[in-house]
């Protein structure tokens, strides 16, 4: 009795990834909506989800060599007892591209080109590296970037999913980068903005009010990496307390000790432990 009202179960189930008579793919028939113009025939075939590893645009093949780094921790001479003192590494940047670059690349920089008056002033240099893209983008012209890079029909980029710090204490005049990772929902495109200040005058102008996303990602950049973010709406630290010295995830910060109870005695920082060989 069993067996047969499984079989007749089984028999009335529909086929495992069967699709239903009239049923269509997700949003086969919508359309992206358009604040700027009507919606354009931006085609889909090559998203950045299918070309990962098939856009590969050439590039040079030198990169910018920053500085060479001996050693860990930054210790110098007899001090280190990491057992790294022989370890070598360079800190360079991927050279930049020159288009043409390969499918809708191509597409969004020739875009950007259109829209923004002295482009070549805006975007000071296009790397690929890795199957990403990333824009250099002047300092003083990022506000207005962003607005058309989220505003325009062909581009679309609606989110802004991270902010992110990074200190080259080499990169002479330019040593504070921030980072913003920008996705096209819209077209399933992403794409990364880097943006360079000096020590002396680290400031950038707060893309919060394009992407409100920005507004605590910001903070922790500023916390960590010490980037003004002109135009904030509320820089303060977020993960460091109000009166904490310094900005924690900087190259030139103190690595610290630990403290001992014992005696008043401290672990000192790695990079000011003698050697014992």
């Not at 931006?42 to 299918?50: G, P």
């Not at 505003?151 to 200190?167: K, T």
């Given at each position: 009795?069993?067996?047969?009202i499984?079989?007749e179960?089984?028999?009335?189930a529909?086929?495992?990834?069967?699709?239903?008579?009239g049923?269509?793919?997700?949003?086969?028939?919508t359309?992206?909506?358009?604040?700027t113009?009507?919606?354009?025939?931006?085609?889909?075939?090559?998203?950045?989800?299918?070309e990962?590893?098939?856009?590969?645009?050439?590039?040079?093949?030198?990169?910018?060599?920053?500085?060479v780094?001996k050693?860990?921790?930054?210790?110098?001479?007899?001090?280190?007892?990491?057992?790294?003192?022989?370890?070598?590494?360079?800190i360079?940047f991927?050279?930049?591209?020159?288009?043409?670059?390969?499918?809708w690349?191509?597409?969004?920089?020739?875009?950007?080109?259109?829209?923004?008056?002295?482009?070549?002033?805006?975007?000071?240099?296009?790397?690929?590296?890795?199957?990403?893209?990333?824009?250099h983008?002047?300092?003083?012209?990022?506000r207005?970037?962003?607005?058309?890079?989220r505003?325009?029909?062909?581009?679309?980029?609606?989110?802004?999913?991270?902010?992110?710090?990074?200190?080259?204490?080499a990169?002479k005049?330019?040593e504070?980068h921030?980072?913003?990772?920008?996705?096209?929902?819209t077209?399933?495109?992403?794409?990364?903005?880097?943006?360079?200040?000096?020590?002396?005058?680290?400031h950038?102008p707060s893309?919060?009010?394009?992407?409100?996303?920005?507004?605590?990602?910001?903070?922790?950049?500023?916390?960590?990496f010490g980037?003004?973010?002109?135009?904030?709406?509320?820089?303060?630290?977020?993960?460091?307390?109000?009166?904490?010295?310094?900005y924690?995830?900087?190259k030139?910060?103190?690595?610290?000790g630990?403290?001992?109870?014992?005696k008043?005695a401290?672990?000192?920082?790695?990079?000011?432990r003698?050697?014992?060989?």
């Open positions: 009795m069993t067996e047969d499984h079989k179960s089984d028999e009335k529909p086929i495992k990834g069967a699709v239903p008579e049923e269509s793919e997700p949003d086969a028939e359309k992206p909506e358009s604040l113009e009507e919606a354009p025939d931006v085609s889909s075939e090559a998203t950045a989800a299918e990962d590893q098939a856009q590969l645009a050439t590039t040079e093949p030198t990169t910018e060599v920053l500085q780094r050693g860990m921790f930054g210790v110098k001479g007899t001090g280190d007892t990491s057992g790294y003192g022989g370890l070598t590494r360079e360079d991927p050279a930049p591209a020159t288009p043409p670059f390969g499918g690349w191509d597409q969004v920089y020739d875009r950007i080109g259109a829209l923004v008056p002295n482009f070549s002033d805006v975007i000071t240099k296009v790397v690929i590296h890795r199957g990403e893209i990333t824009f983008v002047a300092r003083q012209q990022l207005d970037l962003v607005r058309y890079l505003d325009d029909a062909h581009l679309r980029f609606e989110f802004c999913s991270s902010v992110s710090g990074v200190h080259y204490p990169d005049g330019q504070l921030a980072v913003y990772h920008l996705q096209s929902m077209h399933n495109r992403r794409i990364r903005l880097e943006v360079s200040a000096p020590d002396s005058d680290p950038i893309v919060v009010a394009t992407y409100p996303t920005a507004d605590w990602h910001e903070r922790e950049t500023y916390d960590m980037i003004i973010f002109d135009g904030h709406p509320a820089l303060t630290r977020i993960l460091m307390p109000d009166d904490w010295p310094g924690p995830q900087r030139d910060y103190p690595l610290g630990i403290p001992v109870e014992y008043g401290t672990i000192p920082p790695p990079d000011q003698r050697s014992y060989s």
